[in-house]
């Protein structure tokens, strides 16, 4: 069984920085492509950022999000930096187990999906 569980997210204001984590259990880390989505209220989820392979960013975090991992430690990072409004979401840490085509920016491609960390940016 595998488990993601995200954490970091919090209340910041307009112009600050947050890094996320996303631990997840398993044998298999290293295999996984992992990605970042959130969902807004009123919104639905969406892509933010994936690690796969490649690395890939929603053009609306490139240049101020980073994601990258540690396969020893199990985690995916997400550092969040020029925090803006908008930027408020829920945010989703996901993996992809090869069960199919992996496409880094779908919801369809991932079999795994953490509970969520709330992130909000005041202005």
């Known amino acids: 069984q595998v488990q993601l569980v995200e954490s970091g997210g919090g209340l910041v204001q307009t112009g600050d920085s947050l890094r996320l984590f996303c631990v997840v259990s398993?044998?298999?880390?290293?295999?996984?492509?992992m990605g970042w989505f959130r969902q807004a209220p009123g919104k639905e989820r969406e892509f933010v950022a994936a690690?796969?392979?490649?690395?890939y960013y929603a053009d609306s975090v490139k240049g101020r999000f980073t994601i990258w991992r540690d396969n020893a430690e199990n985690t995916v990072y997400l550092q969040m930096d020029s925090l803006k409004p908008e930027d408020t979401a829920v945010y989703y840490c996901?993996?992809?187990?090869?069960?199919?085509?992996?496409?880094?920016?779908?919801?369809?491609?991932?079999?795994?999906w953490g509970q969520g960390t709330q992130v909000t940016v005041s202005s």
């Open positions: 996901a993996a992809y187990g090869y069960s199919g085509t992996y496409y880094p920016k779908k919801q369809g491609s991932y079999d795994y």
């Open positions: 398993g044998r298999s880390f290293s295999s996984y492509a």
């Open positions: 690690s796969g392979g490649a690395i």
